[in-house]
Every structure is written in structure tokens, then in C-alpha cells.
């Protein structure tokens, strides 16, 4: 649908006055219980086609089209179980006027506040994971709180989150991550007006299963944009560290996909490893040494690859989505974007251990390590091979 509008053709605006009927007699009934009929009426439209149309989400499973607002919204449904077919229920509905979005947007606003505020940290858990997503809740709410006029696709995830992770985190972290939120929105919208130049946000949500879909597809939070009167949607990565110092982990692949068209899309290393592990077996090398092994290996690969197939691996590791990373206790953030590798990038084998390999690119600005490990501790023996992703941003 999106597509569709973007391209300015005429089927949405056919499609969304064939299925409100507007060239038909509408009646509708409406009953009470026991089927008593409470009164009939005719269904008019004060719909003016000159005033635009436009689309939008609600939720995850539903889109609307929408004039003023007049609104039909489009439902994807199982049609009795999850082995049925899917069948697009529709039904007419009234978009909020502006004036509505902004109250109810503001009261989601408090009653975010007031978790913050009534904050204690209660439980012991992985406060890691819990920091990211107290951060992606704080972005989210920063966003809202700077521009409330906009539309939430799932108004209550934000909240849902912070009650859920912050009890994990002390209150000062808490507080940091909502200060140091505030200059991480200021990149992203300057970052954005350098993109786009002139664009209304038009709507928000948090996405954390994106990658279920699509494995490069790495984003936290979407911002529905309208850029020269089409619809972009802008994926966003929001990661958290403590300092600039700190690294962060990407996928972490088995040592056999690699090279493959998953990744680099130069061939393969399980020849290599099989022979690896044959001397690892019959005890030529030990554990160390077969790390080392795979990962001169791996560096010399990488090292005749070219950009395209350079670019390729790193894109797949690090994700399509622009990437925010906010250092929550230096009050900072950079906002990235690795689907846009414009500059050489140059590989570094065995560097900065025999068995790791790095990559750099943007002038050294930005780079990418791969460390060869064991999938299991050395008293397990021979375990599968696999990689140590960590990226790192040099500043």
C-alpha cells in the first residue's frame, strides 16, 4: 500500500471509495439486546477527496486509509484457527482529529513520568539487556515529549517496557539514561534534516521483533516519515553503552557462514575447518592453535575480497538499519548508518590477536572485529566454531 501511494496512482483513492460504499444507499440498524431494534438510520459520508488521502499503521496486524478524519482500516485476521486462511477484515472508523492526538499523547507522557519517578530497583537480573531496553523506552519518549502531535501505532509498548525493565536498573542509571536521551534525539533529528532536508514525523513505534522477519533488519524503533508527500519508513537501532570506550555485540555466526552468500559471499571455510579439526583430533594442535589456524585463514580470505563482497559481510553482521548509540554516562551519542559504507574499507588479519581479524572503514572511524572461539570450554574437546562479533566506534 505504501509503495502504491507513493507512486501517486489513483487505486487506494478507488479502493477506499468502493469499500465505504460511497456510491451506495447505506442503512444501518442498530439493536440492543434481545435483537430489539434501537433505530435505523442512513450512513452519510462527508468525505472531500480534494483534502488528500492518506495511510497509516495501527498496531502491528492493521492499516487504514484515511481522509480528514474518515477513516477505513484494514485488519488481517486468521479465519478461525492459525492453520485457517487469512482473510483482511475491514471496518470504518474515526481518526482522531489533531487536537485529540495531542491530549492523548500527553497523558502517555505522565503516566511514563510517574514510573520514573516512583522508580525503585527490585530485582537482580541481566542488567545489560535491561539497560537497552530502559534506553529504547526513553528514546521513544523523548520523541514523543518533542514532538506530541504525532501518531503512536502501539501507545502502550513504551510504558510496558519501562515497568518491565527498569526495576532491574538503580535509579541514577535510570536518570542518566533519560538526560542523556535528550541529546541523543538532537543528533537523530539533526541527522534526519541532513537526509531529508524538509520532513514531518508522522508516526512512531517500537518494533523488538523485527528480526524474527528479516535478519537484517536490526531495528528497535520505526519513524513513519512524509518526505515530498511519500511515505518512508525510517528503521532505527538504539544500542547503550556506559562510555565510548565500550564495544558492541553483533551477531555472533557460526565460522561455516561466514564466507558464505549469507555474508562475505566468497566461498567457504569448512574445508579448512575439517582439517583443523582432524589435527585437533589426532592431538598435531591444540586448542589454541586451532583458533589461531582458522583465523589466518579467514583474514587472508577477507583480505582478497572485494569492497562489493566487503560491504556485502558487513551490512549482514551489523544490520540495514541506522544504528543511534547512546553513552548514557558521558551524556553523548553518535548516530551511524551501515547500510551507507561509502569509504574503503580495509581489513587488518590477526590483528589485535592471532585469532581475531578487524575491519575498518570511514577513515578508521568505524570498525568491526571477528574473534574465532570455541562454541563450548575446552574440557568439552572439539566443539563447533563460531564468531565473536564486536564493533566498535573510534573516536
Known sequence: MKDEFNKGKPGIRNAFKVLLMDDSTNIITRYIKKNKCLRAEEFKSDINFKNGIKIYKKGNYS?????DEESL?????????PISSIKLATSYEQFPTGKNILEFNNSTLLKFEEIINGHNKTKSQNISNAVGKCNEAMVYYQILKTKPEINQIEPQEFQIILEKYSPVISHSDLLNLKEASEITIKKLFEY???KYSQYIID????????????RLDTSDLKLILIVDNKYIEEAISLKALTRKTNKITAKNPGIGQILSEQYFDIGSLT???????????????????????????LGQRLSEANQGQLRKGVKALLGSS??????????????????????????FPK?????????????????????????????????????ACEFKVNF
Request: contains cysteine.
Open 192 to 194: 534526519l534534516g541532513k
Open 322 to 347: 541506522m544504528i543511534v548509540i547512546t553513552f548514557y554516562k558521558q551524556n553523548d551519542s553518535v548516530v551511524l548508518e551501515h547500510g551507507n559504507v561509502n569509504s574503503m574499507i580495509t581489513v
Open 73 to 81: 482500516l484494514f485488519r488481517f485476521k486468521f479465519e478461525s484457527s
Open 351 to 387: 590483528y589485535p590477536s592471532p585469532i581475531q581479524t578487524t575491519l575498518r572503514w570511514n577513515d578508521n572511524h568505524e570498525e568491526l572485529s571477528l574473534r574465532v572461539k570455541f562454541s563450548a570450554g575446552q574440557a568439552k574437546g572439539w566443539s563447533s566454531l563460531k564468531l
Open 203 to 214: 508516526g512512531i513505534q517500537l518494533v523488538p521483533n523485527n528480526y524474527i522477519k528479516d
Open 271 to 297: 574445508k579448512v575447518v575439517n582439517e583443523v579439526r582432524e589435527k585437533f583430533l589426532y592431538e598435531v594442535i591444540d586448542h589454541k592453535q586451532s583458533l589461531k589456524e582458522v583465523s589466518a585463514v
Open 63 to 67: 492499516i487504514g486509509i484515511r481522509c
